[in-house]
Protein backbone atom coordinates (compact mmCIF):
# COMPACT_ATOMS: atom_id res chain seq x y z
CA UNK A 1 0.00 0.00 0.00
CA UNK A 2 1.39 3.34 -0.74
CA UNK A 3 2.60 5.79 1.52
CA UNK A 4 -0.84 8.09 2.93
CA UNK A 5 0.50 12.07 1.44
CA UNK A 6 2.13 14.14 3.45
CA UNK A 7 -0.66 16.67 4.98
CA UNK A 8 -0.68 19.93 3.47
CA UNK A 9 -0.01 22.92 6.07
CA UNK A 10 0.99 26.86 6.15
CA UNK A 11 -1.03 29.17 3.99
CA UNK A 12 -3.40 27.85 1.32
CA UNK A 13 -5.10 30.96 -0.09
CA UNK A 14 -8.20 30.57 -2.11
CA UNK A 15 -7.86 31.90 -5.79
CA UNK A 16 -9.68 34.55 -7.56
CA UNK A 17 -11.88 33.75 -10.50
CA UNK A 18 -10.46 36.63 -13.33
CA UNK A 19 -12.84 38.11 -15.69
CA UNK A 20 -12.93 40.22 -18.50
CA UNK A 21 -14.55 43.88 -18.01
CA UNK A 22 -17.69 41.67 -20.05
CA UNK A 23 -18.05 39.20 -17.71
CA UNK A 24 -16.35 36.78 -19.84
CA UNK A 25 -13.21 33.93 -18.53
CA UNK A 26 -9.53 35.94 -18.61
CA UNK A 27 -7.22 32.78 -19.29
CA UNK A 28 -4.45 35.59 -19.90
CA UNK A 29 -5.39 37.10 -16.27
CA UNK A 30 -6.08 34.22 -14.96
CA UNK A 31 -2.24 32.89 -15.65
CA UNK A 32 -0.85 35.93 -14.23
CA UNK A 33 -2.72 35.32 -10.58
CA UNK A 34 -0.74 31.59 -10.29
CA UNK A 35 2.28 33.34 -11.01
CA UNK A 36 1.40 36.16 -8.27
CA UNK A 37 0.44 33.41 -6.14
CA UNK A 38 3.66 31.56 -6.99
CA UNK A 39 5.95 34.33 -6.07
CA UNK A 40 4.05 35.02 -3.12
CA UNK A 41 5.75 32.26 -1.44
CA UNK A 42 1.93 30.04 -0.84
CA UNK A 43 2.31 26.61 0.14
CA UNK A 44 -1.00 26.07 -1.90
CA UNK A 45 -3.47 26.95 -3.90
CA UNK A 46 -7.14 26.15 -3.76
CA UNK A 47 -9.35 26.73 -7.08
CA UNK A 48 -12.95 26.94 -8.14
CA UNK A 49 -13.98 27.67 -4.22
CA UNK A 50 -16.59 30.09 -2.83
CA UNK A 51 -14.44 32.89 -3.12
CA UNK A 52 -13.16 32.06 -6.34
CA UNK A 53 -17.03 32.74 -7.65
CA UNK A 54 -17.23 29.19 -8.06
CA UNK A 55 -21.39 29.37 -8.00
CA UNK A 56 -21.44 31.89 -10.67
CA UNK A 57 -19.70 29.41 -13.11
CA UNK A 58 -20.74 27.58 -15.63
CA UNK A 59 -19.69 23.62 -15.71
CA UNK A 60 -17.66 23.83 -18.89
CA UNK A 61 -16.22 26.65 -17.05
CA UNK A 62 -15.51 25.19 -14.22
CA UNK A 63 -13.65 22.30 -16.30
CA UNK A 64 -11.73 25.10 -18.26
CA UNK A 65 -10.67 26.71 -14.88
CA UNK A 66 -9.42 23.07 -14.22
CA UNK A 67 -7.51 22.37 -16.85
CA UNK A 68 -6.06 26.01 -16.82
CA UNK A 69 -4.50 26.11 -13.40
CA UNK A 70 -3.15 22.43 -12.87
CA UNK A 71 -1.52 22.63 -17.19
CA UNK A 72 -0.39 26.32 -15.78
CA UNK A 73 0.70 25.59 -11.78
CA UNK A 74 2.35 22.29 -13.17
CA UNK A 75 3.00 20.62 -10.17
CA UNK A 76 5.12 23.80 -8.42
CA UNK A 77 2.69 24.23 -5.83
CA UNK A 78 0.24 21.47 -5.01
CA UNK A 79 -3.68 22.41 -6.21
CA UNK A 80 -6.90 21.69 -3.91
CA UNK A 81 -9.72 21.57 -6.05
CA UNK A 82 -13.46 22.34 -4.48
CA UNK A 83 -16.26 19.96 -5.31
CA UNK A 84 -18.91 20.98 -3.13
CA UNK A 85 -22.60 20.01 -4.37
CA UNK A 86 -25.59 19.13 -3.11
CA UNK A 87 -25.68 16.02 -5.64
CA UNK A 88 -23.71 12.91 -4.47
CA UNK A 89 -23.00 12.03 -7.90
CA UNK A 90 -21.99 15.11 -9.36
CA UNK A 91 -19.50 15.59 -6.33
CA UNK A 92 -18.22 12.31 -7.59
CA UNK A 93 -17.96 13.27 -10.94
CA UNK A 94 -16.06 16.56 -10.12
CA UNK A 95 -13.64 14.76 -8.15
CA UNK A 96 -12.80 12.05 -10.59
CA UNK A 97 -12.15 14.83 -12.94
CA UNK A 98 -10.03 16.65 -10.38
CA UNK A 99 -8.19 13.77 -9.50
CA UNK A 100 -7.61 12.91 -13.20
CA UNK A 101 -6.16 16.69 -13.39
CA UNK A 102 -3.36 16.20 -11.47
CA UNK A 103 -5.15 17.48 -8.04
CA UNK A 104 -3.61 16.93 -4.65
CA UNK A 105 -6.65 17.70 -2.62
CA UNK A 106 -10.37 18.27 -2.70
CA UNK A 107 -12.34 20.84 -0.45
CA UNK A 108 -15.61 20.42 -0.02
CA UNK A 109 -18.78 21.68 2.12
CA UNK A 110 -21.55 19.46 3.63
CA UNK A 111 -24.41 18.92 0.84
CA UNK A 112 -27.04 21.52 0.98
CA UNK A 113 -29.13 23.54 -1.36
CA UNK A 114 -30.82 26.45 -0.22
CA UNK A 115 -31.93 26.56 3.27
CA UNK A 116 -34.14 23.35 3.45
CA UNK A 117 -32.70 20.90 1.94
CA UNK A 118 -29.59 18.80 4.11
CA UNK A 119 -28.71 15.94 4.17
CA UNK A 120 -28.62 13.60 7.59
CA UNK A 121 -25.30 12.20 9.31
CA UNK A 122 -25.59 8.78 7.73
CA UNK A 123 -26.34 10.41 4.45
CA UNK A 124 -23.23 12.68 4.81
CA UNK A 125 -21.12 10.07 5.24
CA UNK A 126 -21.81 8.08 2.63
CA UNK A 127 -21.55 11.08 0.08
CA UNK A 128 -17.75 12.20 1.38
CA UNK A 129 -17.07 8.06 1.42
CA UNK A 130 -18.54 8.19 -2.08
CA UNK A 131 -16.22 10.93 -3.55
CA UNK A 132 -13.18 9.43 -1.25
CA UNK A 133 -13.69 6.16 -3.16
CA UNK A 134 -13.92 7.63 -6.53
CA UNK A 135 -11.04 9.89 -5.93
CA UNK A 136 -8.54 8.57 -3.71
CA UNK A 137 -7.86 11.77 -2.69
CA UNK A 138 -7.19 13.83 0.64
CA UNK A 139 -10.07 15.53 1.59
CA UNK A 140 -10.53 19.00 3.16
CA UNK A 141 -13.90 19.58 4.83
CA UNK A 142 -14.82 23.49 5.01
CA UNK A 143 -16.99 24.04 8.08
CA UNK A 144 -19.18 27.52 7.58
CA UNK A 145 -22.08 29.03 7.83
CA UNK A 146 -22.85 29.38 4.12
CA UNK A 147 -24.03 25.50 4.18
CA UNK A 148 -26.09 26.49 7.31
CA UNK A 149 -25.20 22.99 8.59
CA UNK A 150 -24.20 22.40 11.79
CA UNK A 151 -20.99 19.83 11.88
CA UNK A 152 -20.68 18.91 15.36
CA UNK A 153 -16.96 17.99 16.60
CA UNK A 154 -17.97 14.33 17.87
CA UNK A 155 -19.62 14.48 13.99
CA UNK A 156 -16.27 15.69 12.11
CA UNK A 157 -14.23 12.98 14.06
CA UNK A 158 -16.82 10.17 12.86
CA UNK A 159 -16.15 11.21 9.42
CA UNK A 160 -12.52 10.97 9.74
CA UNK A 161 -11.76 8.31 11.04
CA UNK A 162 -15.12 6.04 9.29
CA UNK A 163 -13.42 7.90 5.65
CA UNK A 164 -9.62 8.01 6.36
CA UNK A 165 -8.94 10.68 2.98
CA UNK A 166 -11.28 13.02 4.98
CA UNK A 167 -8.42 14.41 6.61
CA UNK A 168 -8.05 18.22 6.75
CA UNK A 169 -10.75 20.56 8.40
CA UNK A 170 -11.36 24.35 7.45
CA UNK A 171 -13.03 25.89 10.34
CA UNK A 172 -14.73 29.16 10.09
CA UNK A 173 -17.67 29.33 12.11
CA UNK A 174 -18.19 31.63 15.44
CA UNK A 175 -15.43 30.40 18.25
CA UNK A 176 -13.36 28.29 15.35
CA UNK A 177 -10.11 28.36 18.04
CA UNK A 178 -12.61 26.38 20.60
CA UNK A 179 -14.20 24.17 17.93
CA UNK A 180 -10.21 23.62 16.24
CA UNK A 181 -8.89 22.66 20.18
CA UNK A 182 -11.91 20.35 20.85
CA UNK A 183 -10.80 18.40 17.06
CA UNK A 184 -7.71 18.25 17.93
CA UNK A 185 -8.01 16.81 21.30
CA UNK A 186 -11.19 14.62 20.29
CA UNK A 187 -9.97 13.50 16.91
CA UNK A 188 -6.03 13.00 17.50
CA UNK A 189 -3.61 11.46 14.64
CA UNK A 190 -7.13 11.63 12.45
CA UNK A 191 -7.12 15.32 12.04
CA UNK A 192 -4.25 15.47 9.84
CA UNK A 193 -4.57 19.46 9.12
CA UNK A 194 -6.94 21.58 11.40
CA UNK A 195 -7.04 25.08 9.53
CA UNK A 196 -9.06 28.24 10.15
CA UNK A 197 -10.44 30.25 6.98
CA UNK A 198 -12.32 33.46 6.62
CA UNK A 199 -9.78 35.49 5.33
CA UNK A 200 -7.35 34.87 8.53
CA UNK A 201 -9.12 37.44 10.87
CA UNK A 202 -8.93 35.01 14.16
CA UNK A 203 -5.30 33.59 13.32
CA UNK A 204 -3.58 34.01 16.33
CA UNK A 205 -6.51 32.43 18.48
CA UNK A 206 -6.44 29.12 16.30
CA UNK A 207 -2.62 29.16 15.87
CA UNK A 208 -3.21 29.06 19.95
CA UNK A 209 -5.69 26.25 19.54
CA UNK A 210 -3.42 24.17 17.49
CA UNK A 211 -3.96 24.98 13.63
CA UNK A 212 -1.24 23.96 11.25
CA UNK A 213 -2.37 26.51 8.46
CA UNK A 214 -4.80 28.81 7.42
CA UNK A 215 -6.94 29.37 3.95
CA UNK A 216 -7.05 33.18 3.08
CA UNK A 217 -7.78 35.20 0.08
CA UNK A 218 -5.17 36.09 -2.25
CA UNK A 219 -4.52 39.12 -1.36
CA UNK A 220 -2.03 39.40 1.71
CA UNK A 221 -0.90 35.66 1.93
CA UNK A 222 2.48 36.66 1.43
CA UNK A 223 2.44 38.97 5.02
CA UNK A 224 0.11 36.27 6.45
CA UNK A 225 3.21 33.47 5.78
CA UNK A 226 5.50 35.19 8.38
CA UNK A 227 3.02 35.32 11.05
CA UNK A 228 2.76 31.62 10.89
CA UNK A 229 6.96 31.45 10.95
CA UNK A 230 7.38 33.05 13.92
CA UNK A 231 4.61 31.26 15.23
CA UNK A 232 5.86 27.98 14.90
CA UNK A 233 9.24 28.76 15.43
CA UNK A 234 8.07 30.00 18.87
CA UNK A 235 8.47 33.37 18.51
CA UNK A 236 5.13 34.50 19.75
CA UNK A 237 5.63 37.65 20.51
CA UNK A 238 7.16 38.70 16.76
CA UNK A 239 4.34 36.78 15.54
CA UNK A 240 1.88 38.81 17.32
CA UNK A 241 3.60 42.04 15.81
CA UNK A 242 3.42 41.02 12.57
CA UNK A 243 -0.48 39.98 12.73
CA UNK A 244 -1.13 43.70 14.10
CA UNK A 245 0.40 45.55 11.60
CA UNK A 246 -1.59 43.40 8.66
CA UNK A 247 -4.98 43.10 10.45
CA UNK A 248 -6.30 46.56 9.45
CA UNK A 249 -6.40 45.22 5.98
CA UNK A 250 -7.69 41.94 7.02
CA UNK A 251 -10.56 43.02 8.81
CA UNK A 252 -11.75 45.69 6.21
CA UNK A 253 -11.29 42.61 3.75
CA UNK A 254 -13.52 40.30 5.93
CA UNK A 255 -15.93 43.04 6.79
CA UNK A 256 -15.99 45.72 4.13
CA UNK A 257 -15.27 43.46 0.79
CA UNK A 258 -15.18 39.81 1.02
CA UNK A 259 -14.38 38.21 -2.38
CA UNK A 260 -14.02 41.83 -3.72
CA UNK A 261 -11.02 43.09 -2.18
CA UNK A 262 -7.99 40.45 -3.98
CA UNK A 263 -9.70 41.17 -7.44
CA UNK A 264 -9.61 45.40 -6.82
CA UNK A 265 -6.25 44.94 -4.88
CA UNK A 266 -4.87 42.72 -8.24
CA UNK A 267 -6.07 45.46 -10.36
CA UNK A 268 -4.61 48.37 -8.62
CA UNK A 269 -1.20 46.12 -8.62
CA UNK A 270 -0.83 45.48 -12.33
CA UNK A 271 -1.88 41.67 -12.25
CA UNK A 272 -5.48 41.73 -13.51
CA UNK A 273 -7.02 43.92 -15.99
CA UNK A 274 -10.22 44.14 -14.76
CA UNK A 275 -12.03 43.15 -10.76
CA UNK A 276 -15.33 42.26 -12.32
CA UNK A 277 -18.07 40.42 -10.42
CA UNK A 278 -20.73 38.92 -12.00
CA UNK A 279 -23.98 39.57 -11.35
CA UNK A 280 -25.99 39.70 -8.64
CA UNK A 281 -23.13 40.80 -7.10
CA UNK A 282 -21.78 43.91 -7.58
CA UNK A 283 -18.18 45.56 -7.69
CA UNK A 284 -16.94 48.13 -4.71
CA UNK A 285 -18.10 50.98 -4.15
CA UNK A 286 -15.85 54.44 -4.84
CA UNK A 287 -15.42 55.05 -0.61
CA UNK A 288 -14.57 51.62 0.02
CA UNK A 289 -12.81 50.84 -3.00
CA UNK A 290 -10.25 53.94 -1.81
CA UNK A 291 -10.23 52.47 2.27
CA UNK A 292 -9.00 49.19 0.81
CA UNK A 293 -6.02 50.36 -1.10
CA UNK A 294 -5.49 53.23 1.33
CA UNK A 295 -4.54 50.17 3.93
CA UNK A 296 -3.01 48.07 1.49
CA UNK A 297 -0.37 51.00 0.14
CA UNK A 298 0.28 51.16 4.37
CA UNK A 299 0.48 47.25 4.17
CA UNK A 300 2.31 46.63 0.69
CA UNK A 301 1.11 43.46 0.12
CA UNK A 302 2.97 41.65 -3.18
CA UNK A 303 -0.47 41.87 -5.14
CA UNK A 304 -0.48 45.61 -4.79
CA UNK A 305 3.25 45.41 -6.36
CA UNK A 306 3.44 42.45 -8.34
CA UNK A 307 2.39 43.49 -12.21
CA UNK A 308 3.93 47.57 -11.26
Same mark, same amino acid.
Given at each position: MPDAPKPLCGVLPIAPTVFTANGGLDPEGQRRVYDCMIDQAVDGICILANYSE???LSDE !? @? @?? !?LRLALEHVRGRLPVIVTCSHFSTDIAVARAKTAAVAGAAMLMMMPPYHGVGLRADEAGMIEHFARVADAARLPIMIQ?? #?? *?GVHLSVPFLVRLAREVPLVSHFKIEVPGTAAKLRQLIALGGKSIAGPFDGEEAITLMADLEAGATG?? #? *??LLPDLIRPVLASYMAGDKTKAAAQYAAILPLINFENRQCGLRATKTVMMEGGVIR *???? @?? #? +??? +????? @????LDLARVARPLSLRWGR
Open positions: QFL !E @R @RI !EDA #PL *STM #P *SA *SDFV @RH #P +LVG +LDPAT @RAGL
